[in-house]
């Protein structure tokens, strides 16, 4: 059975940074891409980053050149190092398998606030 914990979430003020850590349980981790999405009040789900196995990386427009998705396949952990917060990326943030996704996780909330 596959499990997804994100963690890592809180308060801070424009232009901070947080490190968001989601550990994968199961079996998809080694043998998938991995991906970080998010999801806003009154909003759908939305894509922000994903890293291959291979470690090739892709991004939102919204968060290029601010945050950056890494992998440790020792630990099962994907992270997001998220700089230079803005207003608008407070949102709850999830891990997921891109494209096939499993069951979701409970997310850990961002807001980004002075």
């Known amino acids: 059975q596959v499990q997804l914990v994100e963690s890592g979430g809180g308060l801070v003020q424009p232009g901070g940074s947080l490190r968001l850590s989601c550990v994968v349980s199961?079996?998809?981790?080694?043998?998938?891409?991995m991906g970080w999405y998010r999801q806003a009040p009154g909003n759908g789900r939305e894509f922000v980053a994903s890293?291959?196995?291979?470690?090739?990386?892709n991004y939102a427009d919204s968060v290029k050149g601010r945050f950056a998705i890494s992998r440790d396949s020792a630990k099962n952990t994907i992270y997001l190092q998220m700089n230079s917060l803005k207003l608008e990326d407070t949102a709850v943030y999830f891990c997921?398998?891109?494209?096939?996704?499993?069951?979701w996780g409970q997310g850990t909330q961002v807001t980004v606030s002075s």
């Open positions: 997921n398998r891109p494209f096939s996704f499993v069951s």
């Open positions: 199961g079996n998809i981790f080694r043998l998938n891409a």
């Open positions: 890293i291959t196995m291979g470690l090739s990386t």
